[in-house]
């Protein structure tokens, strides 16, 4: 119900949830991410979270969706950045929890973000549920019978 630019609603969330939790030292991470359907202009903020991943097949190849901007409820005075670009038919954006790249195996190895991206770029032709779903499949693989660390949260648009 906020009005204001991407960058003004999530400096004023910031702003509310440090008010609740300056003095514990707690904080949460976002990735804000807005997509205008008519003209495929993407706006996004970060706040504290990993970068956003897109695939572009026209290129072929991957790219992060940064900038910077620090976790939420760390400081109440930090204004936030929106960054943008336009997106093209056919591109793909990833939205991730760390707990994709830092899945481990048997051997205490790590999935990866050079894994991640293959999978990405060796499945763009699917739907964005397949990629999800082929994503999930070659982490669940490369785990084994090594139970997982941490949440694997994903989220996968295609542009058409």
């Given at each position: 119900?906020q009005?204001?630019?991407?960058?003004e609603?999530?400096?004023?969330?910031n702003?509310?949830?440090?008010?609740?939790?300056?003095?514990t030292?707690?904080?949460?991470?976002?990735?804000?991410?807005?997509?205008?359907?008519?003209?495929?202009?993407?706006?996004?903020?970060?706040?504290?979270?990993?970068?956003?991943?897109?695939y572009?097949?026209?290129?072929g190849?991957?790219g992060?969706?940064?900038g910077?901007?620090?976790?939420?409820?760390?400081?109440?005075?930090?204004?936030?950045?929106?960054?943008?670009?336009t997106?093209?038919?056919?591109?793909?954006?990833?939205l991730?929890?760390?707990?994709?790249?830092e899945?481990?195996?048997e051997?205490?190895e790590?999935?990866?973000?050079?894994?991640?991206?293959?999978?990405i770029?060796?499945n763009?032709?699917?739907?964005?549920?397949?990629?999800?779903?082929?994503?999930?499949?070659?982490v669940?693989?490369?785990?084994g019978?090594?139970?997982?660390?941490?949440?694997?949260?994903?989220?996968?648009l295609?542009y058409?």
């Amino acid at each position: 119900l906020q009005s204001g630019s991407v960058a003004e609603i999530i400096t004023d969330v910031n702003r509310l949830v440090s008010a609740d939790t300056l003095e514990t030292g707690q904080f949460m991470t976002l990735f804000f991410l807005v997509i205008d359907a008519q003209t495929g202009r993407i706006t996004w903020v970060r706040a504290g979270h990993h970068p956003a991943h897109f695939y572009s097949p026209i290129r072929g190849c991957c790219g992060e969706l940064d900038g910077e901007g620090i976790s939420l409820g760390m400081t109440k005075n930090w204004k936030y950045r929106e960054y943008s670009l336009t997106a093209k038919s056919g591109e793909i954006f990833i939205l991730s929890t760390d707990g994709v790249w830092e899945a481990q195996n048997e051997k205490g190895e790590m999935f990866g973000h050079k894994r991640f991206k293959e999978i990405i770029g060796n499945n763009a032709v699917l739907s964005a549920d397949g990629i999800r779903e082929s994503i999930i499949e070659e982490v669940v693989a490369f785990q084994g019978k090594t139970p997982p660390d941490d949440d694997i949260t994903l989220v996968v648009l295609k542009y058409l």
